[in-house]
């Protein structure tokens, strides 16, 4: 019989909905029955991708004998941290402090005041690698529940007091300047890997934000050194197994330090993020393959994970069934030199050299991972696209990963504004086009009408959990490059009916430091506050770049103080973990260099001589710049305020720190104006 999940809308819950296990969906009702039954709270924490969290399910959740005892002793509470972010914080960050380390799955003992006590991520069925079975660490719990309750729970009292304890300090709020930046780009030189890219040991995570701090200061200060991690870092990352040689895309992390073994699943935020680097990067340096990789990674997102409603979904599992019903962790994408010769027959020697296929395998039983080694002599170009797209063609028939199909509305944000200066870049008006339909879905579904965001929705059904920083802050960032794009003053509207909400309910207004969670958000035993830059920007650092691009856009000074504010935070952890504070770094950077503001007008945007001079300010590596494009004395976007033609001409004028530059009508002298 279904638990109560079965009418939830994360795929991650509904994968747990048919367990023998009568779990609750985080909701007061659960922490209610608690109360009642005076039972302890079980919290596990995942997410739909998570390769061990479907080992735990399998070999705990799904068992009978473990539900039984579970269901007796505990009120057990399933959460999908992609869903609720604020209760994944606020935990992993009890389990980091108790432990030194936190992960996925997250296992937590809570008192029925939702107090933590335990903490553990996997537990195994059985005692192994000096790690108690998940039996004996429930037994134990149980134990020390009913035998000593004042003990456990002033061990949660204690927990929770030094949580409260751990509020950030973070010097001024004064942003970081020049001594700051060139702060931190020396620590990201001392912790580079010269021989491979990127930066630090295994496991190896895409540095997105990082290369794109590396480009904006290459491109502010002429750093050779700057640009030469950032180029470096991307050849070797799209030469790796970490990206798919034959569909495009990246996967999440690299297990070793040379990028061949990746961890497959693939992540939306990942893709949209690292999209738009190396669209950046090819704007920086024409790389060709900087260009091959953000298209293939565009047209990734949109072939495969985009949903019937014009959103795009969460993730693609890492394991899929090997063919022999065994779900295997990257069965998917791995290759044989056998498996090779049925494909290709004679081909196949070519393919094994080119991709890097070997008789011992890179990856697990005698598989390898896809790579472009370097190596000495020249391919048949024609010869290795016939060969990819017939390897491609067989993949298909494989068994796919599974998909999360749950929309995020941060990570939507992030993968509109790749797929619009990505097919703006490169004149492909259907990548605009895809990110126009899922901007339309986040308006349509996500917003209320009090332009107040729902995180996720599923099959056009909105979810029930509350945006939180990042979902308005990515979101605003996507609709201000879809207006830089379009010229369609709607969606700098809408970023700042977002970024209202930023001012009004995330914003500490004595400190100006930004919380996670809205002031009026569900309470929790702390509001979260993260400054930090993981796998995707922090809301506190997605929220200084939007605020400071819609300041620069509208001119509104609120917008720019709090952005200034916001940015203290990088003054201070910029030159201590830069590796830890990109998209930070990367928005003190437009600070530094205005961001310059770009007007360009023109009869209309069909006119040719109105269209290079965009394009021209759309390819300006200055950092951070924005760009509105439209009739002169048009009211669809400030900027084109009082700009007039110049001499009956189509014109760019370029501002910053409140001087302007003559109006040009010469795309070349705006070329000059925004890359030196």
Not at 511 to 538: F, M
């Amino acid at each position: 019989m279904p638990n109560r999940l079965a009418h939830e809308t994360s795929p991650y819950l509904l994968q747990h909905a048919d367990n023998p296990v009568d779990w609750w969906p985080w909701s007061d009702q659960a922490f209610e029955e608690a109360r009642r039954s005076g039972k302890p709270v079980l919290l596990s924490v995942g997410y739909s991708s998570c390769h061990w969290c479907h080992v735990m399910a399998h070999e705990s959740f799904e068992d009978e004998a473990t539900a039984a005892y579970l269901n007796e002793h505990f009120v057990n509470v399933k959460v999908d941290r992609e869903e609720r972010p604020d209760v994944d914080a606020v935990y992993m960050e009890a389990v980091q402090a108790a432990t030194g380390q936190g992960g996925w799955p997250m296992t937590v003992f809570l008192t029925p005041d939702a107090e933590p006590f335990y903490f553990g991520t996997y537990f195994p069925p059985a005692p192994r690698h000096g790690m108690p079975s998940f039996r004996q660490v429930l037994e134990g719990v149980q134990q020390a529940w009913t035998g000593r309750r004042d003990e456990v729970t002033e061990v949660a009292g204690k927990i929770v007091r030094d949580l409260a304890g751990r509020e950030i300090s973070y010097g001024d709020s004064l942003a970081p300047g020049e001594e700051e930046l060139a702060g931190a780009l020396l620590g990201l030189t001392r912790e580079y890997d010269q021989v491979r890219g990127g930066f630090g040991g295994a496991p190896k995570f895409p540095p997105s934000m990082v290369v794109e701090f590396l480009l904006r200061h290459h491109a502010r200060t002429g750093s050779e050194g700057a640009l030469q991690m950032a180029a470096d870092t991307c050849e070797r990352m799209a030469r790796g197994g970490i990206y798919d040689q034959l569909g495009g895309g990246f996967s999440r992390y690299s297990v070793d330090r040379e990028w061949t073994v990746p961890h497959f699943e693939k992540m939306l935020y990942d893709n949209a993020l690292l999209c738009r680097v190396y669209a950046h990067l090819w704007r920086s340096t024409g790389s060709g393959l900087a260009r091959r990789v953000a298209l293939e990674t565009a047209d990734f997102m949109v072939g495969e994970l985009r949903t019937a409603e014009g959103g795009f979904a969460s993730a693609l599992d890492a394991d899929s069934d090997d063919g022999t019903g065994k779900h295997v962790e990257g069965a998917y994408y791995v290759w044989t030199p056998q498996q090779l010769r049925e494909v290709l027959g004679e081909d196949a020697e070519l393919a094994a050299q080119y991709f890097g296929v070997t008789e011992e395998g890179t990856f697990e039983e005698g598989s390898s991972v896809l790579q472009l080694p370097q190596q000495e002599g020249v391919f048949d170009a024609e010869k290795v696209a016939g060969v990819r797209a017939r390897l491609l063609a067989a993949r298909a028939g494989r068994p796919a990963p599974g998909r999360d199909d749950k929309v995020v509305a941060a990570w939507n944000g992030l993968a509109i504004a790749a797929l619009a200066e990505t097919g703006a870049y490169f004149d492909r008006p259907d990548l605009v086009e895809a990110a126009v339909c899922a901007a339309d879905l986040l308006v349509r579904l996500h917003l209320d009408e009090h332009a107040q965001l729902a995180r996720t929705s599923k099959d056009g059904q909105v979810g029930a959990n509350a945006g939180v920083l990042e979902d308005y802050a990515d979101v605003a960032e996507g609709f201000l490059a879809l207006a830089s794009v379009t010229g369609e003053g709607v969606w700098l509207e809408f970023a700042g009916f977002l970024l209202d909400h930023v001012l009004t309910r995330f914003v500490d207004a004595e400190l100006g430091a930004l919380y996670d969670t809205a002031v009026d958000a569900e309470r929790l035993i702390r509001r979260p506050q993260d400054p930090t830059d993981n796998a995707a920007p922090s809301g506190w650092t997605a929220a200084a770049n939007a605020l400071l691009s819609y300041a620069a856009q509208t001119g509104s000074e609120p917008h720019r103080s709090a952005a200034e504010r916001a940015l203290g935070v990088v003054k201070a952890l910029g030159p201590r973990v830069p590796r830890f504070i990109g998209w930070g770094l990367a928005a003190a950077e437009a600070r530094l260099d205005g961001p310059r503001e770009i007007a360009v007008v023109g009869p209309s945007l069909d006119d040719p001589a109105t269209r290079t001079l965009h394009r021209t300010a759309l390819l300006g590596t200055a950092p951070g710049a924005v760009v509105a494009v439209g009739a002169p004395e048009s009211d669809e976007l400030p900027l084109l305020a009082g700009r007039p033609l110049v001499g009956g001409e189509p014109a760019a004028y370029v501002c910053r720190n409140f001087t302007c530059d003559a109006p040009t009508t010469d795309p070349e002298r705006l070329r000059e104006a925004l890359n030196g």
